[in-house]
């Protein structure tokens, strides 16, 4: 079965300090994949989406980027964290093929407290 | 573009009261719908899905029913429970990527 593992789960960062968020997927290949922002009491921004190794759109530029060095892996990234980058960060994935049917699958999420 | 439309919240119910959030589409096409829950703390868990009109999803003894006609997907709960409290968010599948296209999310608090 597929599981989707991100970490860590709670994050308390200094202001201007860099920033390395990582998620994994098993048990599928070539998984499409997902960076989300959920700030408090909002809902959901998409930060960033993968099809593939070294592909990475942007939704909305900030001062935030994402990597995908591996097949099942999804890294979210930031030189100089900003008070505002404070917020729940989810990952997903969804099936390479070009379904419309499956949905994503989401981790746990982490909680960034920038300060 | 596609888009869709949750009623606001929050929702404060009491236990064993019926529960009805309205969720409303816009699409070119022929989309899939999704809810999906998330719980205090934690990620989103799909709660149910329809792909085509006229289908209706359920789980954990919620429905909804893919209503072409009205462009709608309402969620409902007979008997809801303290536990059911969490935030619930309707999606469809759109664009060239199948990509998920978020409503806002409503909160549901459900009272002893």
């Known amino acids: 079965s597929q599981t989707i593992h991100q970490w860590p789960a709670t994050l308390v960062q200094p202001v201007g300090s860099p920033l390395s968020l990582e998620c994994t997927v098993e048990?599928?290949?070539?998984?499409?994949l997902y960076w989300y922002r959920q700030a408090a009491g909002r809902g959901l921004q998409l930060l960033f989406y993968?099809?593939?190794?070294?592909?990475i759109s942007s939704e909305v530029p900030q001062n935030l980027s994402a990597s995908r060095p591996q097949d099942r892996q999804f890294i979210l990234s930031s030189k100089k964290l900003l008070l505002s980058d404070s917020g729940f960060y989810l990952c997903?994935?969804?099936?390479?093929?070009?379904?419309?049917?499956?949905?994503?699958?989401f981790g746990s999420g982490t909680r960034l407290t920038v300060v | 573009g596609d888009s869709v439309t949750q009623m606001e919240g929050p929702v404060t119910l009491s236990e064993e009261a019926f529960l009805t959030i309205n969720c409303t589409y816009t699409?070119?096409?022929?989309?899939?719908l999704f809810w999906y829950v998330q719980y205090p703390g934690e990620g989103l868990q799909l709660l149910l899905k329809?792909?085509?009109?006229?289908d209706k999803g359920s789980n954990k003894g919620f429905e909804a029913t893919y209503r072409k006609e009205t462009t709608s997907f309402h969620l409902e709960k007979g008997s809801v429970q303290v536990s059911d409290s969490a935030v619930y968010f309707c999606?469809?599948?759109?664009?060239?990527?199948?990509?998920?296209?978020f409503g806002k999310g409503t909160k549901l608090s459900v009272k002893p």
């Open positions: 997903a994935w969804s099936p390479g093929q070009a379904t419309t049917n499956y949905g994503y699958t």
């Open positions: 699409a070119t096409g022929y989309p899939s």
């Open positions: 048990g599928t290949s070539n998984p499409n």
């Open positions: 999606a469809l599948s759109g664009g060239s990527q199948g990509n998920l296209i």
């Open positions: 329809a792909t085509k009109a006229d």
């Open positions: 993968s099809v593939g190794i070294g592909q």
